[in-house]
């Protein structure tokens, strides 16, 4: 029985390290793990050795190997317990809650040519504009508009009441005509040598004075006959038919609104790129996605001590007149050559107390893909969609366009390649 076991384990000790070997060495498949048999030949070894040692020597050889193997068991245990199973947690949680890559939409930057340009706030005023109103009292006889019409220079607007100065002229063009006759007289009688000469002259000033009562009384028959003094566009009538008028009342506005102006105001610092000539765009709310073009007409000779801006007057055409008198405008001057400055979109930058900033993607640093690279920048002029970058970018970094609430630095994302969102027809205003 003892040979018999002795070569029992003999076997199993020399097929279990044969497995270990075929399976380390020429990649055999076995259904154990190569330590797994490895850790079998070494037990038969022992066993064979233990046989064959006395028994005084055994005893103390057995109790030193069942030490061995509970400390060995103890310490395997507390190392998967505090060591090993940690750390597998711990790795499982990572792995189920690591962020998932953000798909986001980018843009490169890149270096654009922009001309110099002045950005104000106008206000539009008639080429010509005036308020219709009569130089003298009257009930009003007439009205020759409506509100709105469109007048040619010396249109009749509106007629007062001219019937007392009618009988006034009627007298007076009588007393003319009898002081022609008396003037008349006096000169035939003075041409015989039978008046003085002082007759003649009283007769010439009586007259002049009847012809001078006639023409006052024809200017104020003309000032109640209210006329269009330029081409242009009345405004609403404040005046109804039969109605008492006091000299300056209000009766309706006129304006020329072909060609406008368009008075802003810009800082003393502007005068030195500031000229006549100069080009200037518009644009106003009453016309989305249109703009004027006009030049610079004149600068005033004086800056506001106030304010320190100067003024500064732009003509643009209206032919079809949509720019009407006290509308807002937004001015653009161009002040200057164009110059290559680096933009990005609008909506890649990031607005907040501490600093503007963009993500930019770039390669992640572990595990490979994009992740994101949070910059500060600072920002310059804007142009429709496009905004300057003064630092913080160069040509080719590829911004986050879209996407930005979710990321932070190094968050790791994947580029959307699809379309991006058209930009609007019109830039809404903050």
Not at 52 to 68: G, I, T, Y
């Amino acid at each position: 029985m003892k040979r018999a076991t002795t070569w029992v384990l003999t076997v199993i000790a020399v097929a279990a390290l044969a497995g270990a070997a075929a399976a380390d060495f020429t990649h055999f498949y076995a259904p154990v793990l190569p330590g797994a048999l490895l850790a079998i030949a070494i037990v038969c070894a022992l066993l064979l050795i233990l046989r064959a040692l006395p028994l005084r020597a055994r005893r103390p050889v057995v109790f030193l190997l069942v030490l061995v193997v509970i400390v060995a068991v103890v310490g395997g245990l507390s190392y998967f317990q505090f060591v090993l199973k940690p750390t597998i947690v711990k790795n499982a949680i990572s792995a189920a809650f690591a962020p998932k890559p953000t798909a986001v939409s980018v843009e490169a930057a890149k270096v654009e040519q922009w001309p110099p340009q002045l950005a104000a706030i106008g206000t539009m005023r008639a080429f010509q504009g005036i308020v219709v109103a009569p130089q003298v009292a009257g009930v009003v006889s007439a009205i020759h508009f409506q509100s709105g019409d469109d007048v040619a220079a010396g249109a009749p607007l509106v007629d007062l009441d001219t019937s007392v100065e009618e009988a006034d002229l009627a007298n007076g063009q009588a007393q003319l005509k009898n002081a022609n006759v008396t003037l008349d007289r006096a000169r035939a009688l003075i041409a015989n040598g039978n008046t003085p000469q002082s007759t003649v002259d009283a007769a010439l000033a009586a007259r002049d004075s009847a012809a001078a009562a006639v023409e006052r009384t024809r200017a104020v028959i003309a000032e109640k006959t209210i006329k269009a003094p330029f081409a242009g566009r009345l405004g609403l009538r404040n005046v109804d038919l039969g109605q008492y008028v006091g000299a300056g009342v209000s009766l309706t506005t006129l304006q020329q609104l072909d060609p406008i102006y368009v008075d802003f105001s810009a800082p003393e610092g502007a005068l030195a790129t500031l000229a006549v000539g100069q080009e200037t765009t518009l644009s106003v709310d009453a016309q989305p996605g249109r703009a004027f073009t006009g030049k610079v007409t004149a600068i005033d000779a004086r800056v506001s001590s106030e304010s320190r801006n100067v003024t500064v007057r732009v003509q643009f055409d209206n032919a079809d007149h949509k720019l009407l008198p006290g509308m807002f405008a937004d001015i653009t001057v161009t002040i200057g050559a164009p110059t290559y400055v680096l933009t990005a979109p609008r909506t890649a930058i990031v607005y907040s107390l501490y600093g503007n900033n963009a993500f930019v993607v770039v390669p992640a640093k572990e595990g490979g893909g994009l992740a994101v690279d949070r910059r500060f920048i600072r920002v310059g002029a804007v142009r429709g969609e496009r905004i300057a970058i003064l630092d913080g970018l160069k040509v080719g970094d590829k911004v986050v366009t879209a996407g930005q609430i979710k990321l932070q630095q190094n968050s790791p994302v994947t580029i959307d390649q699809g379309d991006s969102l058209p930009p609007p027809a019109e830039t809404p205003k903050p």
